[in-house]
């Protein structure tokens, strides 16, 4: 694909933006770049892992390489040709432990994946090798108050189904929950549905303990407790494969999903902005609050009347107790409520639930009826002034729609924008986000694969430092972290000379 076909921005071409590399450069798929070995003979795997569920077809194995990072233009052209060379299913932490060790003796590079909803390669194999399908990791383990611990690989939604029958409830999910699991949201994710109340997945309280599989000729286990659980939270699974998950429950609430419209002008979406801040400020209960301009509405045909032609909407989850005081709150600002119903009520009338209006959801709304787009990630700067949206909403016109997301994050309100962009090329996005810095606000980039140049920014030192403990050679994920160097691995105990002939130049 040619990513930088169409012309450039008119910032750049009055000079004010200077030339910047369109994109940072992806690393390498080569294993020998990353001081690794391809395999060239599964024969001797193959035979170790007997007993477990193997997958070899091509067709599988394609599927079971990828996730949703074909979000961005730019990581479905370059992770096209990234497969898997085997897959292996795994349902209990010994098998875990087996499958590691394996790895550690063969040099083998491994890749965790869960539910593959992630959006950013995270789960794909760069270099290829074994991926390790955790999905079979499904119980829930323990329920008890304030808690539940499952299997790593447990589906989010199912989570909460056997919390929901003792009256307690998840804090924060992904939009994607009825598929990603509770490991793959704490490796891959960082907050969602529930982050208006409970703060993002990093906030202290939220994740209380995990058990993390090392991987080494003799593997062990380590537990990590609250805080110490950073140091594999968002690592893309390159730092420990996570087998037991333990975190905080809230008591249950039955949400009153929420749909309100303003009027389709810049100002009535400043309104909506301002709606939103207020209440997330404030002392009402709600546990989602996502706001989307009017150019959304064809891209949700499910709502057709409930969200008219013309008309911003704010999709929220506000406890029942708070209703009235968030009509009053969006009346004031000239809002309309279009309905106010819990899930039940909305399921039934045939209406999607708000969560599946909201975060990245929203985004794939758009791409099912047109694949000309793609997104950009922001964080505002707090406390979050909706001037700044305003002023971009003018600068770019249809060239970006806009959608906010009101959360909690270190105990203050934050502000995110998964922002629709219209693809016009690589150059064109690293304008964008040129502008959208000097904004002020800060960008995650979804156009790369490594969580430094994603969301992170920076290298975290405890994190590698925890790889060196957990995954001494190397092995997990490469390529995800820029802050693991090939010269970093320990040597191989090599279970075949075979399989560890000198990379080739
Ligand atoms: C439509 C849509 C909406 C989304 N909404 C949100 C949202 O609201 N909030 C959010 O944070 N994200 C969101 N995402 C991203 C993604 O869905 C979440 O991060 C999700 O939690 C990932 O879980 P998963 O089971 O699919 O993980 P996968 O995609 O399979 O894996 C994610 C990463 O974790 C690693 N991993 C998985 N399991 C383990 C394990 N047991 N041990 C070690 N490493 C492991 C993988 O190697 C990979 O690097 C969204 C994505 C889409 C497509």
């Not at 390669?121 to 270099?127: H, N, R, S, Y």
């Not at 090798?129 to 589906?155: C, N, S």
């Not at 959608?403 to 016009?424: C, D, K």
Request: aromatic share 6%; net charge neutral; with cysteine.
């Amino acid at each position: 694909m040619n990513t930088d076909a169409l012309p450039a921005s008119p910032l750049a071409a009055s000079g004010a933006l200077t030339a910047r590399p369109a994109l940072p450069e992806p690393p390498s798929t080569r294993a020998a770049d990353h001081g690794l070995r391809s395999v060239t003979d599964w024969a001797p795997i193959d035979a170790e892992l007997q007993g477990l569920e193997l997958i070899s077809a091509p067709g599988a194995l394609r599927a079971l390489s990828r996730d949703f990072h074909w979000y961005s233009p730019v990581l479905q052209a370059q992770l096209a040709d990234c497969r898997a060379g085997r897959v292996v299913r795994v349902s209990t932490e010994e098998d875990v432990l087996r499958v590691a060790g394996v790895a550690a003796r063969h040099g083998l590079p491994l890749t965790v994946r869960a539910g593959g909803t992630g959006n950013y390669g995270q789960c794909v194999p760069l270099v290829g090798g074994l991926v390790m399908d955790v999905t079979p990791m499904m119980r829930v383990l323990e329920i008890a108050p304030g808690r539940v611990r499952a299997q790593a690989g447990a589906r989010l939604a199912d989570i909460e189904a056997a919390v929901r029958e003792g009256g307690q409830a998840l804090r924060l999910w992904p939009s994607t929950w009825r598929v990603a699991t509770l490991g793959g949201f704490i490796c891959g994710g960082f907050g969602g549905i529930g982050s208006t109340e409970h703060g993002v997945l990093r906030d202290p309280g939220n994740l209380l303990r995990c058990r993390v599989v090392t991987v080494e000729a003799e593997p062990r286990v380590i537990e990590l407790q609250g805080e110490e659980i950073q140091q594999v939270h968002h690592a893309y699974g390159t730092n420990g494969i996570l087998t037991e998950v333990e975190v905080a429950l809230a008591p249950a609430t039955d949400w009153v999903h929420v749909l309100v419209h303003f009027e389709g002008s810049p100002s009535g979406y400043r309104q909506l902005l301002d709606s939103a801040q207020r209440s997330v400020c404030g002392a009402l209960r709600a546990f989602l609050m996502s706001a989307v301009d009017a150019r959304f509405a064809p891209y949700y045909p499910a709502l057709t009347g409930h969200f008219p032609a013309g008309r911003h909407a704010l999709f929220a989850m506000v406890a029942p107790e708070a209703l009235a005081d968030f009509d009053a709150l969006v009346r004031a600002q000239g809002g309309v409520l279009s309905f106010a119903l819990n899930e039940a009520a909305l399921l039934a009338a045939g209406l999607p639930p708000a969560w599946e209006c909201a975060y990245n959801h929203t985004t794939l709304q758009a791409l099912k009826a047109d694949r000309g787009w793609t997104y950009l990630q922001v964080a505002y700067p707090q406390p979050f002034d909706p001037a700044v949206v305003q002023r971009q909403l003018q600068r770019w016109g249809d060239e970006v729609l806009q959608h906010q997301e009101f959360a909690r994050m270190g105990g203050a309100p934050a502000t995110f924008g998964l922002l629709l962009v219209r693809w016009r090329g690589a150059q064109r996005q690293a304008e964008l986000i040129e502008e959208i810095e000097r904004d002020g606000c800060t960008v995650f980039n979804p156009h790369v694969v490594s969580i430094e140049e994603g969301g992170m920014k920076t290298i975290d030192a405890a994190q590698i430092a925890f790889k060196r403990r957990a995954d001494p050679h190397g092995l997990l994920n490469p390529g995800k972290t820029r802050g693991w160097l090939p010269g970093m691995a320990r040597a191989l105990p090599l279970a075949s000379d075979k399989l560890h002939s000198p990379p080739s130049a």
